[in-house]
């Protein structure tokens, strides 16, 4: 049962060691003396994303770039610090992500995730992936660049923060736009071995104006081996609610598990639900034990779409599709769950039964 495994995730953290908590450690050192060879960043005053690899700043930019982060430029705050909107001078309007003082026990892990994402990030080129467009490493500041994407983050947007609700093509094009990416990171096309996200949640999925869905936050990124078995063994990392059960047993984090949490959003894009819910009581808190009797009962699904979205914009051919996925992403078994490019064509077999009758009447099963 997904509540008893905070105890397990507790007890595995107490009994590993700090290194293997996190067995995947960044090597080489060297790469962050930053102006040594290794690493080669291109400066640019200016910045800018694409093609030409992350660029390099001062904190004098960055505080030029946000007003020296003014409370009216903050965009929010997430695990690894406050994010503030930004324009560089040459007029690109970016994201910056600031990392906060942490305790000295996690200022090892923070600076860990600091170079993780950049090394990730520099490496990867996917229009489902958000792009770096530099940092800053001056001192003990530690800043991330990337480009601005308007809508925010899935989860405010599906709560009506993020300026208005999400009809189901929306919905559909979203999720297909995430799986894509998820699926170009599995597939180690982007470095020559599999990148497992490790965080997958809807707090770390960001939206663009036409709501294009791009993934971030890299700081837990994992290079995963390679093999249909290919796992790792650490401690528990990542966000409750989107913990692959397997994972929070045995503390073998595979590519599966990522699956496993592209299914959880799934379930929140179907219900505009969260997760988790700490203003319920178990089991309602867990949206995996509200959903685990109604995604296969038709009857069931009706009950559990989301109201704030218009009936009308869906069709119950799609919508039955569609939960049929998240059921076998969130398997218990990760035997049981499809791959990331299987996810992809389920997707778009989903979008398209939608489209084929969005000029047609309301479906009637579907009907209040």
Known sequence: MPFGLVSAWNKRRRSLSYDQIDPWI??????WQLGEEVLRPKRRSGGGGGGGGASVFTLREMEAATCSF???NSLGRGGFGRVYRGTLSSGQVVAIKRMEAAPPLREAEKEREFRVEVDVLSRVDHPNVVSLVGYCAEGDQRLL?????SRGHLQGQLHG????????????RVALGVGRGLAYLHSGS??????????LKSTNILLGEDFEAKISDFGLAKFMPEGPDGGLAMGMQGTFGYFDP????TGNFTLK?????????????????????????PPGQSLILQLQHLLADRKGLRRVIDRAMPRSSCTMESVVLFAGLAARCVCLESGGRPAMADCVAELQLALSANMRRRHRVQHPSLRS
């Open 26 to 31: 960044y090597r080489p050192a060297q790469c």
């Open 161 to 172: 923060t993020g300026g208005g609700r999400m009809e189901w093509p929306v919905r559909l």
């Open 190 to 199: 982007a470095v020559g071995i599999p990148i497992a996200h490790m965080d």
């Open 246 to 249: 397997e994972y929070a047993s």
């Open 70 to 72: 003014a409370d009216g």
């Open 145 to 149: 660049v990337y480009e601005y994407l």
């Open 257 to 281: 598990s990522d699956v496993y949490a592209f299914g959880v959003v799934l379930l929140e894009l179907l219900t505009g639900r969260r997760a988790i819910d700490l203003h319920q009581g």
